[in-house]
């Protein structure tokens, strides 16, 4: 196994004053170092992972981190940074920055030693070193721990009751006075990557619990594993702390207890103060239920006040279970819309009514492979609307609400309710596994609930609630709106082209982007000729940020960095495939002048698509697609025509906040720049 980190790893007079800066600085590093593969594909990982939480930390630390199809091996870089570089932690500029690199398929071992390094740079002796050290290779060595080899890393950050007993002796002021069973308390920390920030608050909370005399056990549920912790210790618990980022896996164990309920910095910047929490909602007797968090906090780093029934956090929490079960629909849709896409270009549109293969294939006839790649797709389309629905119950109530999920999506298809049907399918089963999971049942149940009397309960009741009661108003509903789409001429199709193009380009990847994708591609689950111009100018819109900042970066290369300008290069390809998020880097550098110019640009693109009737087919990409488009030259022309206002408007912004920095000669031989705040 190679070495994690190497001297060549080490800068400890990092120049850069961005992250963007550091994280290209110590990237070209690991490419010199034949670590990456890709540099610019690289950062534009990295800044996606950026995008969704800041990675700095309290104490001066930044963490930037992904996983890459451009990382061959584990890698991680460290720069030390006198000025100071901004990665959104709340107490200042982060000197210490480490990137980790990640393969897409990296292996338990090498995650397991960055686990281990996010855990270690919580002792601050572990920071101190490193702050003091003069020698690259020392430092390397200090990172890959060879000075003081530390314990095998376990996937269970426990403290064992003996220590416990003596911090709260110690506490106590050496009385002996502490409880001789201390206050206990169980905790799950997880984030997005799984790499960093899982086991750094994990390490956060055990050290708090050592502090305040509290035993404090923590399952980490991060790249590096996951392992249960022992049910014996979870009975015995008496509250439950969840820091995460992403949905807790197999919650139904901690039903019955005291739960805080926070996102995952909070485990590591506000630990004592959640321990606190738990032990006031133990005293208080408050209970909550696996499957919610009603009694908790929300996300991010929420305090846990209890605030879990106002509106806003109902809102946060409806958008996570609806974006669950779309993130688990999109590989479907792509799957099974580009192999029917694919059908078409091979044997035309009638290609759709061919005999079933499976009684008819001949081996030398294009029409038979045609046909079959059709029925291929059509089968992989015919799971949109379940899956949707069992993921969306899946995020709201776990593993118990996945068959009645999946039922209710079947009978949304049954009843001819579609897309609309399966969102209210997905809803319903898992709100009703929230309401059975909450009834008191006897000890020997409990064993039988997640597996048998859940599912069945639930399936008999979302399938009533779909067959009888919401399945035919939502089918009516669903089309009444295909009626409508099918409808839309003139200004009527201009308008939903302008909406549709405004949420495309808002957030770039993001709920609102993902809620008009949807919209779109369940559509193509009966396509009609207007879901087809509706996914004809979602796909538009969508490829107008990248494009507009490639061109941008092209024809006013001294409006932006160097980083920014190879960012630009690659946009390239990336708007040209449909793919929105690489427009993200520089929107989240510079977004008040970004983001309204893409928006401006996205909204032209779509209401051109929709005026000039173009349709799609295929659900993904890009220009890649061409031949399955309804008049493509006018869809390629609307394309053009928001990428020209975009780049206009972003070039424009630019140019008037650059006016005081040129006056001042701030422009250097390297593109450098000062920024000037609006």
């Excluded at 170092?33 to 995008?51: I, K, M, N, P």
């Excluded at 409808?487 to 808002?506: E, K, R, T």
Aim: hydrophobic share 50%; glycine share 12%; with cysteine.
């Amino acid at each position: 196994m190679s070495e994690l980190i190497t001297a060549e790893l080490v800068d400890l007079d990092l120049s850069a004053t961005t992250k963007d800066a550091a994280a290209r600085s110590l990237a070209e590093r690991m490419v010199a170092a034949h670590r990456v593969t890709d540099l610019d594909g690289f950062l534009a990982d990295v800044a996606a992972r950026e995008a969704q939480m800041p990675t700095g930390l309290d104490g001066g630390i930044g963490i930037p981190h992904c996983r890459s199809e451009h990382v061959n091996a584990p890698t991680l870089a460290f720069g030390r940074s006198g000025a100071g570089i901004d990665f959104g932690a709340a107490d200042g500029p982060a000197d210490l920055v480490f990137l980790i690199a990640a393969p897409a398929g990296a292996d338990d071992d090498h995650l397991t030693i960055l686990s281990g390094l996010a855990r270690r740079l919580m002792d601050p002796e572990f920071t101190a070193a490193l702050r003091a050290g003069t020698d690259p290779r020392a430092v390397a060595a200090l990172i890959r721990g060879e000075e003081a080899p530390e314990e095998p890393e376990r996937e269970q950050v426990e403290t064992g009751k003996q220590e416990q007993a003596e911090a709260g002796t110690e506490a106590a002021g050496g009385t002996g006075a502490a409880e001789s069973v201390p206050f206990r308390i169980v905790a799950v920390t997880s984030c997005p990557t799984g790499i960093a920030h899982t086991y750094m608050a994990a390490e956060s909370l055990a050290a708090a619990g050592r502090a305040e005399g509290v035993e404090v056990t923590v399952e980490t549920q991060g790249s590096a594993g996951f392992k249960k912790l022992d049910p014996a210790v979870v009975a015995a618990a008496d509250a439950v702390i969840w820091a995460h980022d992403v949905e807790v896996r197999e919650k139904a164990r901690f039903r019955g207890k005291p739960l805080v309920d926070v996102g995952v910095k909070a485990g590591i910047n506000r630990p004592a103060e959640l321990i606190a929490e738990a032990r006031r909602r133990a005293e208080r007797g408050e209970i909550a239920t696996a499957s919610d968090s009603d009694k908790a906090s929300g996300s991010g780093d929420g305090d846990g006040n209890g605030s879990g029934a106002d509106h806003a956090h109902f809102g946060v929490r409806l958008r996570t279970y609806l974006m669950s079960g779309v993130s688990y629909m999109v590989p479907f849709v792509a799957a099974g819309g580009l192999l029917i896409a694919l059908s078409f270009a091979i044997g035309g549109y009638e290609i759709a009514s061919a005999k079933s293969v499976a009684d008819h294939f001949v081996w030398g006839e294009a029409d038979s492979w045609a046909a079959l790649l059709n029925q291929i797709g059509s089968a992989a389309f015919g799971f949109l609307v379940p899956v949707l629905a069992g993921y969306i119950a899946y995020g709201m109530a776990d593993r118990p609400a996945l068959v009645p999920g999946f039922v209710g999506g079947a009978i949304a298809l049954t009843v001819n309710a579609g897309f609309l049907g399966g969102l209210v399918a997905g809803l319903l089963a898992g709100a009703v596994v929230m309401a059975v999971q909450r009834v008191p049942v006897h000890a020997t149940l409990r064993g039988i609930m997640p597996v048998l009397v859940i599912p069945l309960i639930a399936s008999a009741v979302a399938g009533f609630l779909m067959f009888i009661v919401v399945g035919k108003p939502i089918a009516s509903l669903q089309n009444a709106l295909t009626d409508w789409l099918n409808g839309l001429s003139g200004s009527n199709a201009v308008i939903l082209g302008v909406v549709l193009g405004l949420m495309m380009c808002f957030d770039m990847g993001g709920p609102l982007n993902k809620v008009a994708y949807a919209f779109a591609v369940g559509g193509l689950a009966d396509p009609t000729p207007g879901s087809l111009k509706v996914m004809a100018a979602v796909m538009a819109a969508g490829m107008v940020p990248p494009l507009a900042m490639a061109l941008a970066t092209t024809v006013r290369r001294r409006l932006f960095t160097k980083t920014e300008r190879e960012n630009g290069r690659a946009a390239w390809v990336l708007g040209a495939s449909f793919i929105t998020e690489g427009a993200i880097p520089f929107a989240a550098a510079d977004p008040l002048r970004v983001i309204p110019s893409v928006m401006a640009g996205g909204a032209v693109t779509g209401a051109l698509s929709m005026a000039f009737g173009a349709t799609l087919r295929a659900p993904h990409g890009g220009v890649f697609v061409v031949p399955l488009i309804g008049e493509p030259f006018l869809y390629l022309l609307a394309i053009a025509a928001g990428t020209l206002v975009a780049t206009a408007l972003v070039v424009l912004l630019k140019g008037a906040r650059r006016t005081a920095p040129e006056a001042a000669g701030d422009a250097g031989a390297d593109g450098s720049r000062v920024t000037v705040a609006a």
